[in-house]
T-cell receptor
Framework: NAGVTQTPKFRVLKTGQSMTLLCAQDMNHEYMYWYRQDPGMGLRLIHYSVGEGTTAKGEVPDGYNVSRLKKQNFLLGLESAAPSQTSVYFC????????????FGDGTRLSIL | GDSVTQMEGPVTLSEEAFLTINCTYTATGYPSLFWYVQYPGEGLQLLLKATKADDKGSNKGFEATYRKETTSFHLEKGSVQVSDSAVYFCALSGSQGAQKLVFGQGTRLTINP
């Protein structure tokens, strides 16, 4: 079982560059999420999706865009990277009920110079 | 809004010691409560959950009881092992829709042999 797969695992960017992080899940989950993890702050929700073709803003959406063209994939884009976006990014997916847990990928470590 | 407060770390214990990591929450309605564990270099994994008051979640020797009267979900283990060294996150979901998780800041646990 692959579960939730994130690519790439590591990336270094220069300020102003753009990139896309890919998340793929094979559990047929309706909901998908992007989080960032920073020291001492837990995980904060960036954007999420409740189904193919839908996206919504989370707690810290500024500077990011997302797309969910296929049910199994959820893309996170940085149009113009800034040093404040240096973080570890996690994708997760879940069934659409509150008692079901989210399943997480192994993360993408992103450094912006 | 909803929030989760965890015991600050880091926590260092000797092998076979008793572990408690405190977690309290603020939420409207009746959220579901989760403990996730993150091992070095990996994503978050569900450790246990409880979905209604007085429920006890348990897994791998860890336990936590959903206490609505004290709005708490403390994590306990009777005898920790070196392999339990990780970061532990308390989280809740249910009152904000789309099964969005609200995380505590995490508690780093180190077990010495």
């Amino acid at each position: 079982n692959a579960g939730v797969t994130q690519t790439p695992k590591f990336r270094v960017l220069k300020t102003g560059q753009s990139m896309t992080l890919l998340c793929a899940q094979d559990m047929n989950h309706e909901y998908m999420y992007w989080y960032r993890q920073d020291p001492g702050m837990g995980l904060r929700l960036i954007h999420y999706s409740v189904g193919e073709g839908t996206t919504a803003k989370g707690e810290v959406p500024d500077g990011y865009n997302v797309s969910r063209l296929k049910k199994q994939n959820f893309l996170l884009g940085l149009e113009s990277a800034a040093p404040s976006q240096t973080s570890v990014y996690f994708c997760a997916s879940s069934y659409p009920t509150a008692d079901q847990p989210q399943h997480f990928g192994d993360g993408t470590r992103l450094s912006i110079l | 809004g909803d929030s989760v407060t965890q015991m600050e770390g880091p926590v260092t214990l000797s092998e076979e010691a008793f572990l408690t990591i405190n977690c309290t929450y603020t939420a409207t309605g009746y959220p579901s409560l989760f403990w996730y564990v993150q091992y070095p270099g990996e994503g978050l994994q569900l450790l246990l959950k409880a979905t209604k008051a007085d429920d006890k979640g348990s897994n791998k020797g860890f336990e936590a009881t959903y206490r609505k009267e004290t709005t708490s979900f403390h994590l306990e283990k009777g005898s920790v092992q070196v392999s339990d060294s990780a970061v532990y996150f308390c989280a809740l979901s249910g009152s904000q829709g789309a099964q969005k998780l609200v995380f505590g800041q995490g508690t780093r646990l180190t077990i010495n042999p």
